[in-house]
């Protein structure tokens, strides 16, 4: 907590000016940023004849950059964990960039709010060692998890670290690049909740789970169409990773607060082609400051086909379902889109029955799913469910500040 003499804030989170002394600035200080909120207490002065009521404003701030707070989102290599980080940082507004006059092949991605670190850059081989071991990259043993403990625990709490990077064009670990502590920190790759010690660290956390059928397609699409490699060379990658994927990778799924499924659509019998998708977006019960998003009533079994009057549908259709499940052996709620959407305009439709989506105004998620129709995805329920976890990010993010900037440190009369 820090002393904020701005007497006249009176939204939640405005950036926050810090006193105390008076000359210091944010940045001497060390704040990176900063939240207030205002409230107004309501009492009654008393002397022996009369009571008045008077009222006084506490001001309460968090001093950003004292904590990160830490979002882990794990995927296979093409799974869309790119894809999703665009949608996740147009949600808290701004572009998301390399680091300036940093690295070229820097993986970092820095915006106002977030920043996306990659944990490729905690590989302690690299691709000729790999090769020499006889071991992927999925391996514990490629990777240096003691690093990537302590640098997450350190930006978490304020600090900047000097992270590695590991090259991707070159297959080399370079020299490495600084990272300051952001608002929100992202770490995104093949093993956020694979270590104890960092799992513990997360905040909330993400698994993209992609079915073999439709990673295939995908795989197919941005390999073979755009990178020029063989079919035959995508399934033996394929087939390569997938002891390691199974060993390391997957199990990671069961510590998830959220896990986007995606698998091959049920509206078509036999259908694998991975162009109709049924996607699930799996939610765990009782994650504080996530409430999971229900369609029409709040823990009942649903099943609903919107095509009709309001939505367009074409072949095969639309269906969502909603329901309580348990996954891991843990209570979830699940909600599931089987096939595509015709028209995007179309999807306030369906944004104004589902309840807990945590946008700011009517009609958000429409909003942003047409802001970035372009993205893999927009017209299924992947683009539409991690356009969902990403407001529920930001909802998460403001209600941990906010709980954070507890303590009253200046008052005002009224
Ligand atoms: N929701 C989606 N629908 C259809 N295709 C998708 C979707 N998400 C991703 N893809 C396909 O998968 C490819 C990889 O996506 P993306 O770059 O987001 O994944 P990634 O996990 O970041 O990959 P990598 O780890 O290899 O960098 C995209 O080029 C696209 O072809
Ligand atoms: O699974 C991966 C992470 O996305 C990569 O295969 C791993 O990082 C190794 O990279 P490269 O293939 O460039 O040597």
Redesign the pocket.
Known sequence: MAICAVYTTTQLNPTCSFSTPASKTQTQLGFGFGFCQKQQVVFYKRSQSSSRRASVSLITCSAGGQETVVIGLA??????????MRRLTSVFGGAAEPPKGGNPDSNTLISDTTTVICLDDYHSLDRTGRKEKGVTALDPRANNFDLMYEQVKAIKEGKAVDKPIYNHVSGLLDPPELIKPPKILVIEGLHPMYDQRVRDLLDFSIY?DISNEVKFA?KI??DMA?RGHSLESIKASIEARKPDFDAYIDPQKQYADAVIE?LPTQLIPGDNEGKV?RVRLIMKEGVKFFNPVYLFDEGSSISWIPCGRKLTCSYPGIKFTYGPDTYFGNEVSVLEMDGQFDRLDELIYVESHLSNISTKFYGEVTQQMLKLSDF??SN?G??LFQTIVGLKIRDLFEQLIASKAKTPVEATKA
Do not use: H, I, M
Not at 75 to 84: I, P
């Open positions: 995927a296979d290599s093409g799974c869309g964990k790119s894809t999703f993209l995908w699409q941005r755009e995606v998708l893999p995805g299924n992947t683009g």
